[in-house]
């Protein structure tokens, strides 16, 4: 995925093609339905052809560790909604869920195959309220082609046309993290195994949509599901969002379905801090600030 490691106070100053960490706001026409879905039909060239992965058939949950350092005052946020803050890709056998350094391991380069040990984690860290979330925490998310930025604009630059999805992870259920007496920082993960089978190798990116509250929402397909975020159908691709949906590295959506012709992200500044090789994608001078950087799969 394009790198999300940064703070959600950066997120909210980038627009940016991303993998995980972007705080976007929701559209106008979701925010003035008071509570109801926004059912939109949307045409998603390519979006049809693209392999599904069934959530229900993946491991996913949460990992409750310390607060994770340098991730802010839970207090500041004890008032505030639920919101996706951050995210990444992680090797599962880095990870065993203990003390938070081993959660927020991140990994960009994969060998294949990518199963048992060997299989990519998706995390999400969350930052959830006092009064915990208001239903489940439901995730879909889409997986597309990286491609390098090219040109040096100053303070952004353009990516037309938008990437064709190379596979959609559909209904992941992740669950209710549970309150607390005070606001805190989870980490929502999803595990797929040998995910090289339905995108091959090479350079990927990734973004996904959050739903906090799907116990509210209906299904849709019959499959005793509530359905949340996009849901592929014969007119083209629907997109249900509400305001409890959180679009991680979304406000490009409509970038990624065709119905934008550009997305303008931040140039490297600079060339510090330095690229490190074994981060797929990354370039000199990508902050947290800058277009995040992709997973790889050799």
């Known amino acids: 995925m394009l790198r999300n ?20 706001a929701l559209p106008e026409a979701a925010r003035a339905q008071a509570g109801a879905p926004v059912l939109e039909t949307k045409a998603w060239p390519g979006f049809p052809s693209a392999p599904r992965i069934d959530g ?7 990992v409750h560790p310390r607060l994770e350092p340098g991730s802010g005052s839970p207090d500041l946020a004890r008032t505030s909604p639920m919101v996706a803050i951050d995210a990444y890709t992680a090797l599962l056998s ?17 060998t294949p195959p990518t199963a048992g040990l060997n299989r990519i984690r998706f995390v999400i860290p969350i930052k959830v309220p006092a009064g915990g979330l208001p239903g489940e925490m439901w995730v879909d998310a889409v997986v597309i082609p ?18 064709s999805p190379r596979v959609f992870i559909d209904d992941v259920r992740i669950g209710d993290p549970g309150t607390a007496s005070t606001a805190y920082t989870t980490f929502a993960f999803f595990d797929v195994e040998n995910l090289e089978s339905a995108i091959g190798s090479g350079d990927f990116d990734w973004f996904c949509i959050v739903e906090f509250n ?39 959506i409509e970038f990624f379905a065709g119905n934008v012709n ?23 001078g990508e902050t947290g600030v800058t277009r995040p950087w992709c997973f790889r799969i050799n």
């Open 94 to 110: 880095e990870i065993d869920g203990g003390p938070p350094e081993t959660i927020v391991n991140e990994s960009y380069v994969f």
């Open 214 to 252: 799907s116990t509210s929402l209906s299904d849709l397909d019959g499959d005793l599901r509530p359905d949340i975020g996009i849901e592929a159908n014969q007119g083209g691709v629907l997109l249900r969002l509400t305001p409890t949906i959180d679009e991680v590295g979304a406000s490009v």
């Open 146 to 163: 990286c491609r390098p930025r090219t040109g040096a604009l100053l303070g952004g630059e353009d990516l037309p046309p938008a990437p």
């Open 5 to 24: 490691r940064r703070s959600s106070a950066a997120a909210a100053a980038v627009v940016a093609l991303a993998a995980l960490a972007l705080v976007s």
């Open 56 to 62: 229900a058939a993946l491991r996913s949950g949460f």
């Open 262 to 284: 550009r997305v303008n992200v931040y140039e490297p500044a600079g060339v510090q801090p330095p690229a490190r090789p074994g981060f797929g994608g990354q370039r000199a």
